[in-house]
């Protein structure tokens, strides 16, 4: 699913639980909405959130910034239309996509997106790191983000999984 869809679909589950708030005909207080519901945020593994900064810094940080900064002006594309590596962390998007979509732009490198007229800097790990860097880099960037950020990453995880063992 797309940025865009999944921003749509989060807005509209929004505008559905506003909806069945107000057929309540009561107002209600903000609190009482239903949000879309995710199980408990889970604890992250302290070893892999370990192993998975050692991935970053030596895989990473050369373009996203030792923090996850990011590359300076990174919306805007390079004179060879090369877009700079943005950031991995609340002021980035990183935290908009599941693990499922996070796993496959490391793992297959951002032209796996195939996103028309658009030319990737962003490389395919896959053959330098095994599936066990590459959920603990993942780990390790969400050990960066805000409750707030973890919590949206964590709702659109929930129909974008990390790949089962050996897929
Ligand atoms: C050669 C520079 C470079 C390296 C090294 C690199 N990236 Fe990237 N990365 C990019 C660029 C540039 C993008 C922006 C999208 C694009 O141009 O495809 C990107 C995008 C991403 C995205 C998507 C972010 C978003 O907002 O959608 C993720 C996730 C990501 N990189 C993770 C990593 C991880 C993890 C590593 C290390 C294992 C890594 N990158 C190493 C350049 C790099």
Not at 25 to 47: E, G, H, K
Not at 58 to 75: I, L, R, S, V
Not at 94 to 114: K, M, R, V
Request: glycine share 8%; with cysteine; aromatic share 6%.
């Amino acid at each position: 699913m797309s940025l865009v869809n999944r921003i749509c679909l989060v807005a509209a589950l929004l505008m559905a639980g506003l909806l069945v708030a107000c057929a309540g005909n009561s107002v209600q207080p903000a609190a009482s909405i239903p949000r879309p519901s995710a199980p408990p945020l889970p604890t992250l593994d302290a070893q892999q959130v370990l192993l998975g900064a050692r991935v970053y810094r030596d895989n990473c940080a050369a373009c996203h910034g030792a923090d996850g900064e990011g590359q300076p002006d990174w919306k805007v594309p390079g004179p060879d239309g090369v877009y700079p590596a943005p950031p991995h962390d609340a002021s980035g998007h990183t935290w908009h996509h599941g693990d499922g979509l996070l796993y496959q732009i490391i793992n297959e490198g951002g032209a796996s997106l195939n996103v028309p007229d658009f030319k990737s800097n962003m490389p395919a790990f896959g053959s330098t790191l095994n599936d066990s860097d590459i959920q603990a880099v993942i780990e390790y960037l969400k050990s960066t983000w805000p409750e707030q950020e973890r919590q949206t990453q964590w709702l659109a995880s929930q129909n974008d999984r990390l790949p089962a063992p050996g897929q």
